[in-house]
């Protein structure tokens, strides 16, 4: 199957410095890619959808601002959160839909460990 | 979008079958029934997905019944690496996927 990639696998950062988040779909384009933001032992929740070349949209409760998404190319989605709280610890999951697949499936990133301290 | 039922826990042991079902009562007629499982610290996985006929692949079935309003997710012989967070959901042809709590499978040696 289709292969999406994040980087770092994990991160650790002080409170109030900002963090970057890439996803990759690694052998199909994606057009559009999802974050999703999921707290232990608690469900995946999605926080924003990201279409190439437009802005994104964002879930409701999610603060646009402190969590920037670009998705400047077929195949690369950012997340960038901007001064970054303890609160905002969390795993963050990429996944991006291959519209080249005949039922528009959509494949999930490994997850990026976000700690701040 | 249409929800989905799940048990919150079960156990299995090793080399053993498991079912692990879901209900949708709500199904509408063209919602697909995608199973994802999520092993810890990583992303969900794909499982195996259907629409109405039951469905077999390398890692397990689908058992759709025939009014659509339940599935069962078949794993044929549990082993340790299944343990995870198995999640029903339904998705209709472009949706988002959208998770509810799932149900934690343990499987004991």
């Known amino acids: 199957g289709a292969v999406v990639s994040q980087h770092p696998s994990w991160v650790i950062c002080k409170s109030g410095t900002s963090v970057k988040i890439e996803c990759r779909s690694l052998?199909?384009?994606?057009?559009?890619m999802f974050w999703y933001r999921q707290f232990p032992k608690q469900s995946l929740m999605l926080m924003a959808t990201s279409n190439e070349g437009s802005k994104a949209t964002y879930e409701q409760g999610v603060e646009k601002d402190k969590f920037l998404i670009n998705h400047a190319s077929l195949t690369l989605s950012t997340l960038t959160v901007t001064s970054a709280h303890p609160e905002d610890s969390s795993f963050y999951i990429c996944?991006?839909?291959?519209?080249?697949?005949?039922?528009?499936?959509?494949?999930f990133g490994p997850g990026t460990r976000l700690t701040v301290t | 979008d249409a929800k989905t039922t799940q048990p919150n826990s079960m156990e299995s042991n090793e080399e053993e079958p498991v079912h692990l079902p879901c209900n949708h009562s709500t199904i509408s007629g063209t919602d697909y029934i995608h199973w994802y499982r999520q092993l810890p610290s990583q992303g969900p996985e794909y499982v195996i997905h259907?629409?109405?006929s039951n469905v077999n692949n390398r890692m397990a079935s689908l058992a759709i019944a025939e009014d659509r309003k339940s599935s069962t997710l078949i794993l044929h012989r549990a082993t340790l690496r299944d343990a995870a967070v198995y999640y029903c959901i339904l998705r209709n042809y472009g949706q988002n996927f959208v998770f509810g709590p799932g149900t934690r499978l343990s499987v004991l040696p």
């Open positions: 259907g629409l109405t």
């Open positions: 052998d199909f384009q994606a057009t559009t």
């Open positions: 996944s991006a839909r291959d519209y080249g697949s005949d039922s528009y499936e959509q494949y």
